[in-house]
């Protein structure tokens, strides 16, 4: 009898790769109504695993199965929470379920508990502003959640579009158009964020900007005179293996974002400097390394004695080895800069950069060989690239100024 069960329970694990196989491969062929079949039965061999249940769901709902497909997605996503709470996707998948089904109040309320499972997670609180600004009142907080989901991810641009979407709607086209250079400058030619943009150009050219808000709604009421949203950025929630593809959240509900929403008149204005933040955040840190090489090649060469001595010999060891690890921490810190400059900018900040990590690789080095022209000569390098690096980062500043406000003088023209 024990001989008999072994087979069996030996080959489990093999069907379970098996079916799992063939589940990934009918998806990436986008059959979906047949994946569902492996996909039902990997759930009933092992109902305890939430992730199988979350696939199950993703499969029915990409499918053409129907109101049936639809309930049964629901009660697949309903399991999956059940077996994980903190799972937001769980939850996208239990709202869209809701919304096929023509339940929009139960959609509103799993979107509300998945930005509460994952308060750190620009897409749940985006999903949740595109159904609020379909609903009365429900503008401003709709608005909130899109300044929130800025602030979780400030290098991601959909965020920026629906700010962007609902100033237009409210008519204010000073905000609309400093949210699409926002979302521009971290999605460069994006099409549609590029069309939004020109379409709004486009409008404030051809006349007054009473006329221009003409097709807007009326300002909501309900909105507050205060953005409380204004806090520190910090990454998205989602594991790897949970998170959806970069459009997926704007395709299944941007739909929505054109849909009337206002933004807070009495707000404080958008932060126009935010576009290129990452080319300042590199410029200020390679001007801060400057000076600080340039800061130790003056210490060294005030405290350098006639003949050197062993003490000196260690002083310029340990600095020369911090400044090492300071280079290290701020370049690498601030590398992501670098794809967002071109020429002129980015010769600027390899000429300060070089400057910086030239400075401190020679101000210990002159130190130990004793030599004070060298030192004095270092300390220039280190002063000049501050200065190229400090020029670099006040002009992104007005650069970033002069976009985010395109529309001011033809509102003032109408």
Not at 154 to 175: N, T
Not at 216 to 245: H, I, K, R
Not at 302 to 328: H, K, M, N, S
Request: charged fraction near 20%; aromatic fraction near 4%.
């Amino acid at each position: 009898m024990t001989i008999g069960t072994v087979g069996p329970a030996r080959n489990e694990p093999d069907r379970l790769r098996s079916l799992q196989d063939e589940a990934e491969q009918l998806l990436t062929d986008h059959r979906a109504d047949e994946a569902s079949v492996p996909l039902r039965e990997l759930a009933g061999r092992q109902p305890g695993d939430a992730r199988t249940w979350l696939r199950l769901a993703a499969a029915l709902l990409a499918g053409n199965g129907g109101a049936a497909a639809d309930a049964e997605a629901r009660d697949a996503a309903e399991r999956a929470v059940a077996l994980d709470p903190s799972s937001a996707i769980g939850y996208r998948m239990l709202s869209e379920a809701a919304l096929r089904m023509g339940d929009r109040d139960a959609a509103l309320d799993t979107m509300r508990a998945a930005v509460s499972a994952a308060p750190d997670s620009w897409v749940t609180h985006l999903d949740l502003a595109a159904a609020l600004i379909e609903r009365p009142g429900g503008g401003r907080e709709a608005w909130q959640l899109a300044k929130r989901a800025a602030s979780i991810a400030p290098e991601r641009a959909e965020p920026h579009v629906l700010l962007g979407d609902l100033a237009l709607r409210a008519g204010d086209m000073d905000k609309a158009a400093a949210g699409y250079a926002d979302a521009l400058d971290r999605a460069p030619g994006d099409v549609m964020v590029t069309r939004k943009l020109a379409e709004l150009h486009h409008r404030l050219d051809g006349g007054p900007a009473a006329a221009l808000r003409s097709g807007a709604p009326a300002p909501d009421p309900a909105m507050a005179p205060s953005d409380p949203w204004a806090q520190s950025a910090t990454p998205d929630a989602f594991p790897a293996s949970e998170a959806w593809p970069a459009d997926t959240a704007m395709q299944q509900s941007g739909t929505a974002h054109a849909a009337g929403a206002t933004p807070p008149r009495g707000a404080p204005e958008p932060d126009e400097t935010t576009g290129r933040r990452p080319v300042r955040v590199l410029a200020n840190c390679v001007s801060v390394l400057s000076i600080l090489a340039a800061a130790v090649a003056g210490m060294l060469l005030a405290l350098a004695p006639a003949p050197l001595t062993g003490w000196y010999r260690v002083v310029a060891g340990v600095a020369g080895a911090a400044l090492v690890v300071v280079a290290v921490l701020l370049l690498a810190g601030s590398a992501p800069g670098w794809r967002q400059t071109a020429g002129g900018t980015r010769f600027a900040l390899v000429v300060g950069t070089g400057c910086a990590v030239l400075a401190a690789l020679s101000a210990p080095l002159d130190a130990l060989a004793g030599s004070s022209p060298a030192l004095i000569g270092t300390a220039g390098v280190g002063v000049f690239g501050c200065l190229v690096a400090h020029l670099v980062a006040r002009a992104v500043v007005r650069e970033e100024r002069r976009r985010a406000r395109p529309t001011g003088r033809h509102n003032r023209a109408g």
